[in-house]
């Protein structure tokens, strides 16, 4: 692990991605992202529409944990099919390893 990553899992700082970087780890365009986004079209189990972080700027941050509750909505409105679900939460998983340090991949 590098220095940077100790520092970061020691402070528990979580990555997050910009709206570009959410598509490419959903395997969708930014534009898919950006209109599901929009119209409030991803939602939990329970109703409450998923909301992504934003930064001064007002740009659109996501964290792994939104990104998953992204996918798992994707799924269950059958925007995804099992697979295609299989293989985000894989993209998701490895981006967790790589980017912390911290998560371990499942086997």
């Known amino acids: 692990m590098s220095p940077d990553s100790t520092q970061i899992v020691a402070l528990r700082i979580e990555p997050t991605y ?40 007002g740009y659109r941050r996501f964290t792994l ?21 299989k293989l985000v939460l894989r993209e998701l998983a490895i981006a967790a390893y790589r980017d912390t340090g911290a998560n371990k991949i499942p086997s």
């Open 65 to 85: 944990a939104m990104l998953k509750d992204i996918a798992l909505c994707c799924y269950r409105h059958r925007w995804f099919t099992m697979d295609a679900l």
């Open 18 to 57: 910009s709206a570009r970087e959410a598509a490419v780890l959903l395997g969708r365009s930014y534009s898919w992202l950006d209109q599901r986004v929009r119209g409030g079209q991803f939602t939990n189990p329970d109703g409450s529409v998923l909301q992504p972080l934003r930064t001064p700027g």
